[in-house]
């Protein structure tokens, strides 16, 4: 008998031992289970160039909006009467029938080309509004073409609101996918903070008007460079998760399957009407203020811890949730004291002399309000999958502009003449013969706005109750990955290796 060689060869077969089944000895029939086809991922570290692009251009494009609020009366005076409320008027007006051919080219041509689109039109409105404030635009040109730019620079809002969670959902691990988010659509209230903070700063009279547009004109021009240069696709080679991998719905079955889940109607009317709300209080908050005797400054720096809390809260709450997925009860906590500090803040704006609680009451609501946005935009996503981000995401944000004219247009609507006794503490004329700037009372403004808001809090703690379809898919993923690499250990035990040199020959070589 020759010698057995310990060595496996290149001159050897693996026969799988197989279990008997039941008393017959019937073999084991493996092949007949299914076959996991396991998913590559992979994340890059460019993700975070095409998500700071974003950031820049959501907080540009929001400083474009705001930037002439805070010092409205003096821009009034420069572009004429109630110029400040249509410069920030038409963003909202612009925005809902442009909203949805954003949200069909962000599907159809992809991340990129929303980023290209957004980044030009917010450049060249930026500069067309600068060039209105040049001293050779004759005195009745200057609003029609400060209007004009304006309105462009809008058109890159509908297709800058998406962008954050497409960004997030493409190019981020899932454990990263809240907190981008909150990158990514936190820039837009930062912009309204710095607009808050820098426009009465610079603005300190009817001729400092041009300063404020070469404010907004220069970083809109840079991000729009960056734009064109530094984001050169649309999506990573080799997607991040697992969802980002599996194809999304085109734009027209997405609407339908947006717009028969009750679950999201629900975050469509609340998640819109808490966008529109706040939208609504940063464009009117000096219409708010100075009636009761609170200077430019005071209104901007409201508008500032405001955002300045909210930076905070969101950031708290991107990362909570990245751990902890508790989404739905984040949302439903903060919304509802958010709330409850904003009616208190409207109650002390009818008052003289209360400025500590208005920024306390300011600070908290920051918070607690801006806490609730990037959660429900994941929300959104999470409910809808696999529809596109860029159409679960517009939709929102596109409900959030609508309900910001409606309550813009209510403020206004039901604001009252100044009664006299009060007409000693207001601060919104610039003199005695000052016609354009006409402080009004806002209680019954003040009032309508409460009872809505304390609708919306009822709406989402008593109907929305979401499945988290994304999430599940991905576990779903995750799980069945475990199982084939759990078998395919198995299968390996199961073999034996003899070496076709030994008298022990197996039936087929």
Not at 23 to 34: M, Y
Not at 193 to 213: C, E, F, H, Q, R
Not at 278 to 293: A, Q, R
Request: net charge neutral; with cysteine.
């Amino acid at each position: 008998m020759s010698e057995k060689n310990p060595d496996v060869g290149p001159e050897s077969v693996d026969i799988k031992l197989t279990p008997l089944k039941g008393h017959k000895g019937d073999l084991v029939d493996d092949t007949a289970e299914d076959a996991v086809e396991t998913t590559r991922l992979k994340v890059y570290n460019r993700r975070w160039i095409v998500l700071i692009t974003v950031a820049l251009l959501n907080n540009t494009n929001t400083m474009s909006w705001i930037a002439y609020a805070p010092s409205g009366n003096y821009v009034n005076s420069f572009y004429g009467p109630s110029s400040a409320s249509w410069f920030s008027m038409v963003y909202m007006l612009c925005t809902i029938p442009v909203g949805f051919c954003a949200m069909w080219a962000g599907r159809k041509f992809g991340l990129r080309s929303a980023i290209l689109i957004a980044g030009w039109t917010n450049g060249i409105g930026s500069i067309i509004r600068l060039i209105s404030s040049f001293g050779f635009v004759p005195v009745n040109l200057r609003f029609p073409i400060a209007i004009v730019g304006q309105a462009i620079a809008a058109v890159a809002y509908p297709f800058i609101m998406f962008l954050p969670t497409k960004v997030a959902g493409s190019w981020f691990p899932d454990t990263q996918r809240a907190l981008a988010t909150t990158i990514g659509v936190m820039s837009n209230p930062l912009g309204v903070l710095m607009a808050n903070l820098i426009s009465p700063s610079i603005v300190k009279n009817t001729d400092d008007v041009p300063y404020l547009n070469w404010f907004t004109c220069i970083p809109s021009v840079i991000v729009m460079l960056l734009a064109t240069f530094g984001v050169n696709r649309s999506e990573p080679k080799i997607p991040p998760t697992f969802s980002a991998s599996k194809p999304q719905m085109d734009f027209i079955p997405g609407l339908k399957n947006c717009f028969t889940s009750k679950q999201y109607i629900v975050l469509l009317i609340v998640m819109g009407g808490g966008i529109g709300m706040f939208n609504c209080l940063y464009t009117v908050m000096l219409d708010l203020l100075c009636p009761s005797g609170y200077s430019n400054t005071f209104s901007g720096l409201c508008a500032a811890l405001m955002i300045i809390g909210g930076v905070f809260g969101a950031a708290a709450s991107g990362i909570f949730v990245d751990r902890t997925k508790l989404y739905e009860e984040t949302l439903k906590i903060a919304l509802g004291i958010a709330v409850v500090f904003g009616l208190i803040f409207l109650q002390l704006s009818l008052h003289p002399d209360v400025g500590v609680l208005l920024c306390i009451t300011c600070l908290l609501f920051g918070v607690m309000g801006l806490a609730t946005y990037p959660i429900g935009l994941e929300l959104a996503s999470e409910c809808t999958f696999p529809v596109s981000e860029a159409t679960s995401t517009g939709l929102i944000v596109l409900s959030g502009q609508v309900q910001s004219v409606i309550y813009v247009m209510m403020m206004k609507t039901l604001s009252r003449p100044l009664p006299f006794h009060k007409m000693k503490y207001q601060v919104c004329q610039l003199d005695k013969n000052d016609t354009s700037n006409i402080p009004k009372d806002n209680s019954m403004s003040i009032m309508a706005f409460s009872i809505l808001a304390a609708v919306l809090v009822f709406l989402v703690v008593l109907l929305f109750h979401p499945v988290y379809k994304r999430l599940e898919a991905e576990r779903g993923n995750r799980a069945a990955e475990d199982k084939a690499k759990e078998r395919a250990i198995e299968n390996a035990r199961d073999k034996i290796t003899l070496d076709t040199g030994s008298p022990t020959q197996p039936l087929q070589s």
